[in-house]
């Protein structure tokens, strides 16, 4: 973070904000900050908030943003490869029917109008989302991508 800190500093992008910590319990400081916000290729716990999806998470992402700040998930699975972190953390496979579904009802809860879930090509990812992490798991035979695309509502419940 200190690399990215800097060059954002150099590159003067005042409008650029890192932080480190659980999106669970991020600072109060950071309440309705955000015109946009991107999760880009989830891991762990975070992968299964917005792919499950869990309404304590969701609940943290949207105290971040403003009336309608976009919010871009990107989700990346592999049936195969992630097989064994996919059991581990519940989730079915990203080609559900009851996906957007499911979404839209949990995320709406929160304060989100789900606009779009649909599938998303390698070179469509690298070239919104430029990192050797994307090209690496973007690349990768038989991994299924998905951006989900929703806007804040007004008020957050």
Partial sequence: ??????????QRLDNLL???AAVEDLPASLAGVADRVSVV?????????VAQPSV??????????????ALAVVLGLDPVRDQAELR?????SLADDSLASRLAEAYAHVGFSLGSVRPLAPD????KWPSTWVRRLSHAPGRRLLQVHAMAVVAAP
């Fill in 1 to 10: 973070m200190r690399e990215f800190s800097a060059r954002a500093l150099h």
């Fill in 18 to 20: 890192y932080v480190r």
């Fill in 41 to 49: 290729l989830p891991w762990g716990s975070l992968l299964a908030a």
């Fill in 56 to 69: 304590g998470v969701l609940r943290g992402i949207r105290r971040l943003c403003r009336p309608d700040a």
């Fill in 88 to 92: 581990r953390l519940g989730l079915g």
């Fill in 124 to 127: 469509e990812l690298m070239k």
